[in-house]
């Protein structure tokens, strides 16, 4: 790599923490309305579809018949599941299966994100919301990070089952609107 690869390389990463930065600072000004995540996330699914062809992954996405929406910034939510199936993708590397998963249950919405890539260690899944830990070499280790604040924003949960060598699964439970405005659910 020559010096000024090495240094653009830097400035992209510097830009990353500060793009992730600065979208965790704006959660106060969260603009905050019905979404309707089916016609959402299939929109989102085409675009991301035309990104990970080039490196031959597959991201597989049914929508539910019936309309599931949440009560929430769309801009924000669109950051998460973006950084989800980025991640998703880089443990993938070439050649993989992303399933994108949109359910009900009882009062809450519930979003998977599964692949088949590398897995994660105990001790990897343990960090993975601190601050600055990352397992990519140019991760800014702000990522799952920002993805857990903006889910607790929501009045979300997060979970991850991950095994080594076989893949990850991050689902999200968001409380499913219209009880999402009126009641604590969690």
């Not at 019905?34 to 597959?58: E, G």
């Not at 939510?77 to 590397?93: E, K, P, T, V, Y």
């Not at 897995?119 to 600055?132: S, V």
Request: glycine fraction near 6%.
């Amino acid at each position: 790599q020559t010096l000024l690869e090495r240094i653009h390389a830097q400035i992209r990463q510097l830009n990353d923490s500060l793009t992730q930065y600065l979208g965790y600072s704006r959660l106060s000004e969260m603009q905050p309305a019905p979404v309707n995540l089916a016609l959402r996330l299939q929109d989102l699914v085409l675009d991301m579809q035309v990104k990970f062809a080039s490196q031959q992954i597959k991201l597989n996405f049914r929508p539910p018949a019936e309309k599931l929406e949440v009560f929430g910034d769309w801009l924000q939510l669109q950051r998460i599941f973006m950084n989800l199936l980025d991640n998703a993708a880089d443990a993938i590397g070439r050649e993989g299966i992303i399933e994108l998963r949109l359910r009900r249950r009882g009062k809450r919405v519930l979003v998977s994100f599964s692949d088949n890539g590398c897995g994660m260690t105990p001790a990897e899944k343990r960090r993975i919301y601190t601050p600055y830990f990352s397992t990519k070499p140019s991760g800014t280790g702000l990522g799952l990070f920002v993805v857990r604040e903006i889910v607790r924003a929501h009045r979300g949960r997060i979970t991850c089952v991950t095994r080594p060598g076989q893949g990850t699964r991050f689902t999200l439970s968001f409380p499913q609107y219209p009880v999402a405005h009126m009641a604590e659910d969690r």
